[in-house]
């Protein structure tokens, strides 16, 4: 079964409201479209799919969510960071996949945040890592079909994957340090 570029969208939006991991569908979105194309309908489909969870998370299932984040400390430190350090932390959380992309975009619905802010962090936010592992996609197609630079092909999907768990890496690192920030002394105003 060979989906077409606008069903490909959908089947993005539908693993992100779903919790479904949504790597396997980074790279095949790159080995069945290309570089260009498949960066696009994963950019524009991740953004969609996290914008429906975090709607989803602030209206119709606001009460599950809350339930199953209730005990989570984890959740009450990322709301407290981000009452601190707003927009620039989800920037960071984007970029670093912590914690986890699909998990992330409904806890996000539970905090002050404002839709505008999460919608542009995340849609910039996605990009780095969306192209390296588009890139690894196409690039491994292209390796497995054509014994023409399938070395030079397959190094250079591992250095783009490579670069970005090293910005991952960084990004966490300063997620996990923001989250470890006390709370703030004034609650009062929405988060930004």
């Not at 409201?17 to 949504?22: G, M, R, S």
């Not at 790279?27 to 479209?33: D, K, S, T």
């Not at 969510?65 to 009452?83: C, G, W």
């Not at 997620?175 to 703030?184: C, H, R, Y």
């Amino acid at each position: 079964m060979h989906l077409n570029p606008v069903e490909y969208f959908f089947a993005y939006i539908i693993a992100c409201a779903l919790l479904i991991p949504a790597l396997p569908l980074t790279l095949g979105a790159g080995a069945l479209f290309g570089f260009v194309k498949g960066s696009i309908i994963v950019i524009l489909g991740a953004t969609a799919g996290a914008s429906v969870a975090f709607l989803l998370s602030r209206t119709v299932l606001r009460r599950y969510v809350e339930r199953r984040v209730a005990s989570n400390q984890k959740m009450a430190a990322i709301d407290r960071a981000i009452a601190n350090e707003g927009t620039k932390l989800m920037l960071l959380m984007r970029l670093s996949g912590f914690p986890p992309f699909t998990w992330i975009n409904y806890a996000l619905g539970l905090t002050g945040v404002k839709f505008i802010p999460y919608l542009l962090t995340t849609l910039f936010g996605i990009i780095p890592g969306t192209l390296a592992f588009v890139w690894a996609g196409a690039a491994g197609k292209k390796a497995l079909s054509s014994s023409d630079q399938r070395v030079t092909l397959i190094v250079t999907a591992i250095g783009a994957v490579l670069v970005i768990i090293y910005i991952a890496r960084i990004a966490a690192k300063a997620v996990k340090s923001a989250i470890d920030l006390p709370a703030p002394e004034n609650n009062g105003g929405p988060h930004e």
